[in-house]
């Protein structure tokens, strides 16, 4: 399989996660239910910072290298089209992209602030994906690597979600994908 064959097949995969609502577009509609979401799972009155980090999120992986036009809406063949044109013209300023993006994500999916991630805390930040379905998440969460107290670190889910987006290494892509189908979400 090409470097590129392996990269358009995990943007398909990352699109069909951020396509929440599964009508098979990324719109403001699949944007504004995470943003419901995090808010909801938020203890803190003040979301400024949270709305903030899902903002820029959703701004760069659904448009990236563009100014966000959320009057559109982006079927998988555009999204797939977006990316490889971008990684094929600077895969750096892609590969950077892809790391600031996740890490806001998972700043905002880090509720307390602890940078630990509990089974518990992943599950509900993928309440927000409308991904919360036991055996998904614990099959996630267990190809991340918990230690023995059940738990992953920021810089673990970092790695892994930027892996799955821009990640280069095939062995841990067809790892991911037999997980992915054995679920029945490939």
């Given amino acids: 399989m090409s470097d590129m ?23 403001s509609q699949d944007k504004d239910f995470c943003k419901t979401v995090f808010s909801g799972l938020s203890t803190s009155d003040d979301n400024t910072g949270l ?14 290298g ?3 036009d959320w009057d559109q809406q982006v079927s998988e063949e555009q999204f797939i ?28 999916a880090d509720i307390d602030g602890s940078k630990v991630f509990t089974f518990g805390k992943f ?28 738990t992953c670190t920021f ?13 280069e290494d095939q062995a841990k892509f067809e790892t991911l994908k037999t997980a992915y189908k054995a679920l029945g979400m490939m």
């Fill in 5 to 27: 064959t392996m990269m358009a097949e995990k943007w398909g995969i990352v699109f069909k996660l951020m396509d929440i609502n599964k009508d098979g577009v990324v719109s």
């Fill in 51 to 64: 709305l903030k980090d899902l903002d820029f999120y959703w701004d760069k992986m659904t448009f990236p």
């Fill in 155 to 167: 810089d673990q889910m970092h790695g892994f979600y930027v892996e799955l987006f821009i990640g």
């Fill in 123 to 150: 599950f509900n930040f993928h309440e927000a994906f409308n991904l919360a379905h036991e055996i998904i998440v614990r099959t996630t969460f267990n190809l991340i690597g918990p230690g023995p107290e059940d």
């Fill in 81 to 108: 089209q977006r990316y490889s044109k971008l990684f094929s013209s600077d895969k750096a300023a892609t590969v950077k992209m892809i790391n600031e993006a996740v890490k806001c994500l998972l700043t905002a």
């Fill in 66 to 68: 563009e100014s966000p």
